[in-house]
């Protein structure tokens, strides 16, 4: 069972900027993939960006130019740098690690850390 501590959510204004971190229990070079989720009040859960193995890296396109995803392999842990954030990213943000067991892939969250973008 792999253990992700989310952290770094809060309140900020338009425009600024926020970094959340994902703390793994288990080295994030053994992961297959690792990524950013995000549920927004009454919508679906939904990708904001990923990071496989091989470090390539996929965003949606609300959050294309602006969100940056990476990783520290030292410290086990995936980020994310949001910047020019805009009231639409307000959402609990859920991070997601995809790893082999065998020959079967597992998906294990996070508890999510809300992210509020208000004036």
């Known amino acids: 069972q792999v253990q992700l501590v989310e952290s770094g959510g809060g309140l900020v204004q338009p425009g600024e900027s926020l970094r959340l971190s994902c703390a793994a229990s288990?080295?994030?070079?053994?992961?297959?993939?690792m990524g950013w989720y995000r549920q927004a009040p009454g919508k679906e859960r939904e990708l904001a960006a990923t990071?496989?193995?091989?470090?390539?890296?996929n965003y949606a396109d609300s959050v294309k130019g602006r969100f940056t995803i990476s990783r520290d392999n030292a410290k086990n842990t995936v980020y994310l740098e949001m910047r020019s954030l805009k009231s639409e990213d307000t959402a609990v943000y859920y991070c997601?690690?995809?790893?082999?067991?065998?020959?079967?892939?597992?998906?294990?969250w996070g508890q999510g850390t809300q992210v509020t973008v208000s004036s």
């Open positions: 990071i496989t193995g091989s470090g390539s890296t």
């Open positions: 288990e080295s994030v070079s053994t992961f297959a993939a």
């Open positions: 997601k690690v995809r790893r082999w067991r065998g020959l079967s892939l597992y998906d294990y």
